[in-house]
C-alpha cells in the first residue's frame, strides 16, 4: 500500500439510502506506485504537472459548492438540500463515471502532512542482539521485510534470515535470486525468565491434579530423586510423567547447563514447511533438527548421524534412553533402545498442535525432555474413535469403543441423525516443567489418541528419541542411526 490523504468526501443515494463515499490522493507524488503498470513511465514532479481543477459549482437551492463528480452531469451533492442527487431536476442515472478532471486533480503538497511511520518497517536495528532474548521473542520470528529485494521473509533459521526470492532483472545485477542473510548473535535468556516458581523449587514439586482431567499413580521412591506418574489406558497404553526438581536440574551437565548449551550452540535447528496447509509453503511453529534414523513427521526433516552429533545432543539421547528403559520396564514388553532424535525449538508464542507419532516405522516408545519454559501437554481421543465415524460421517469398521457403551452409542446416535460430532474432551493434561521427562508407551496410543504441546513462556526446547524399525529405512541410511555413548552420557537416573 501506501500513504494517501482524503481530498474529498460526498454524499450519494445508493439503492434507495444515503452513503458516503471518499477520495484518496497518495502523499508522494514523485515515487512510482507499486501498482503502476509494468514498463509505465516515471511520474512527472509536481512542479511540472499541468494544473487541473475539478469544476465547481453553487447549488441554486442550497448555495452549497460542490464539485463535478462524474461525466453524467454535476449535481449537488448535500443530502438535506431538495436538489441532492439531481441533474437537471432528474434523478442522477445508476451508472456513473467519473470526469477526468476530478479524478486528475492533485492537492499541492503540504510539508505537515507527512507519514509518521514508514510502511515498510526496518525491523533488524530494533532487534539490539545485547539484550537478553530479543531474538526469542514474537516480532522475531514472524517474519521481516528483506532489505536489498524488498520481499517478505519468514524466521526459517534459529540463528536469523536467509533471503531466497527471485530477483526482477531490471535490477541490472544479473541476479536471479536475492542473497540477503542476516545472522544474530544469540545472547542465551536465563531460566529465572522463563521460569516463574525458578527460587521456587523444593526437593519435590508439588503436584495438583484437576478432577475433569485422569489422575496418575504417584510413585515418590522408586526413581527418587525424580517423582514418578503412571497414567495408564487399559487397552491401549500408559504415559509416563518423571517429574524433575532442583537437585536434578543442577547437577552438572544437567537440564539447567543443556538448557544454556542448546540455545548458543548451532545445531542446524530451522523451519520447515508444513506437508498439509491451507497456505502451501506455510511453516512450522518450531524449529527443527534431527539427528540418527530418518524420521518424517508434519515435514520431512533432514537426518544427521549420531556420530556428527555434538556432546549436548548425546547427553540428551542419554537422558531418553534410561527413562524410555524404566517406563517400559514392567510392563512385558520388550525395551527397544532409541535411535533417533527430533528436538524441537519454540520461540514465545509457537506451540504445536494435536498430532500422534503412529507412523508405521515407528516403535511402541516415545520419550521427550523438556526444558526451558513451562508447557501443557493434552492427550485427547481421536475424533474418529471418540464419535465412531469419521469426519465425512463414515461408520469405521475398526472400532474399539473406548469409552463406555452409554456414552458411546449416545454420541453416535447424535452424530448420524443431526450430523454433527465434537472433538473428544481432553482425558489427560499435564504440565511439563524444565527438566521433566514424558515417555508414552504403547502402539495403539498412537493409533486411538492424539497429543498437543503448548508452552507457556517464550523459550522452550522438546527432545524427543524413537526407535525407527530398520526395515522401514533405506539401508544407506541405517548408519545415522548408530551410536554408542560414551561412560559420562550414560544416564543413571541422578
Request: net charge neutral; aromatic share 10%.
Amino acid at each position: 500500500m501506501d500513504y494517501f490523504r482524503v481530498t474529498n468526501v460526498w454524499c450519494e443515494r445508493i439503492g434507495g439510502k444515503v452513503g458516503a463515499k471518499v477520495r484518496f490522493e497518495k502523499l508522494n507524488l514523485s515515487a512510482k506506485s507499486w501498482w503502476a503498470a509494468k514498463g509505465s513511465a516515471a511520474p512527472l514532479p509536481y512542479c511540472q504537472r499541468p494544473e487541473i481543477q475539478a469544476e465547481i459549482k453553487h447549488c441554486v437551492a442550497c448555495q452549497t459548492a460542490s464539485p463535478r463528480i462524474y461525466n453524467e452531469g454535476w449535481m449537488c451533492l448535500q443530502p438535506i438540500c431538495d436538489s441532492f442527487w439531481t441533474i437537471n431536476g432528474f434523478e442522477a442515472p445508476v451508472d456513473l463515471t467519473f470526469h477526468l478532471n476530478f479524478l486528475h486533480t492533485r492537492t499541492p503538497p503540504a510539508p505537515e502532512v507527512v507519514p509518521h511511520h514508514d510502511l515498510v518497517p526496518d525491523l533488524l536495528p530494533t532487534l539490539e542482539e545485547d539484550g537478553e532474548g530479543v531474538s526469542y521473542s514474537r516480532i522475531a520470528w514472524k517474519g521481516i521485510v528483506c532489505p536489498r529485494c524488498q520481499k517478505c521473509i519468514s524466521r526459517k533459521y534459529w540463528h536469523g534470515w536467509k533471503c531466497t526470492d527471485e530477483l526482477s532483472l531490471i535490477s541490472g545485477k544479473g541476479e536471479t535470486s536475492c542473497t540477503f542473510e542476516r545472522m544474530l548473535t544469540v545472547q542465551p535468556v536465563s531460566l529465572r525468565s522463563v521460569i516463574d516458581d525458578f527460587s521456587l523449587g523444593p526437593n519435590k514439586r508439588a503436584c495438583h491434579f484437576d478432577s475433569k482431567f485422569a489422575v496418575p499413580d504417584i510413585d515418590d521412591e522408586t526413581l527418587f530423586p525424580y517423582r514418578k506418574l503412571i497414567y495408564r489406558i487399559p487397552g491401549v497404553g500408559s504415559i509416563t510423567h518423571f517429574v524433575a526438581n532442583r537437585i536434578i536440574s543442577t547437577r552438572p551437565n544437567g537440564p539447567n547447563d543443556l538448557f544454556r548449551q542448546l540455545q548458543v550452540s548451532d545445531f542446524g535447528l530451522r523451519r520447515y514447511p508444513l506437508q498439509q496447509s491451507v497456505v502451501a509453503g506455510t511453516l512450522t511453529a518450531h524449529f527443527a533438527v534431527n539427528y540418527g534414523m530418518p524420521y518424517k513427521y508434519i515435514v520431512s526433516v533432514d537426518s544427521r548421524p549420531f556420530t556428527d552429533a555434538p556432546d549436548e545432543i548425546m547427553r540428551a539421547l542419554g537422558r531418553l534412553t534410561w527413562a524410555t528403559e524404566r517406563a517400559v520396564a514392567g510392563s512385558g514388553d520388550n525395551f527397544l533402545p532409541p535411535n533417533e532424535l527430533l528436538m524441537l525449538g519454540y520461540f514465545e508464542d509457537m506451540k504445536i498442535g494435536y498430532h500422534d507419532d503412529g507412523e508405521s516405522s515407528l516403535g511402541p516408545t516415545i520419550a521427550t525432555l523438556s526444558l526451558g519454559a513451562k508447557s501443557v501437554m493434552s492427550i485427547r481421543m481421536k475424533y474418529k474413535y471418540y464419535n465412531g465415524l469419521s469426519k465425512t460421517k463414515t461408520l469405521l469398521k475398526d472400532d474399539p469403543v473406548l469409552i463406555d457403551q452409554t456414552t458411546y452409542d449416545s454420541l453416535r446416535r447424535k452424530a448420524l441423525q443431526k450430523g454433527k460430532c465434537g472433538e473428544a474432551p481432553i482425558g489427560i493434561k499435564m504440565e511439563l516443567n524444565h527438566g521433566d521427562l514424558v515417555v508414552m508407551h504403547g502402539e495403539n496410543l498412537q493409533k486411538y489418541y492424539e497429543h498437543a504441546v503448548t508452552p507457556d513462556k517464550k523459550l522452550r526446547f522438546a527432545l524427543t528419541a524413537r526407535y525407527i524399525k530398520p526395515d522401514h529405512v533405506e539401508p544407506e541410511h541405517l548408519p545415522k542411526g548408530e551410536f554408542t555413548l560414551t561412560p559420562d552420557q550414560v544416564y543413571d537416573g541422578k
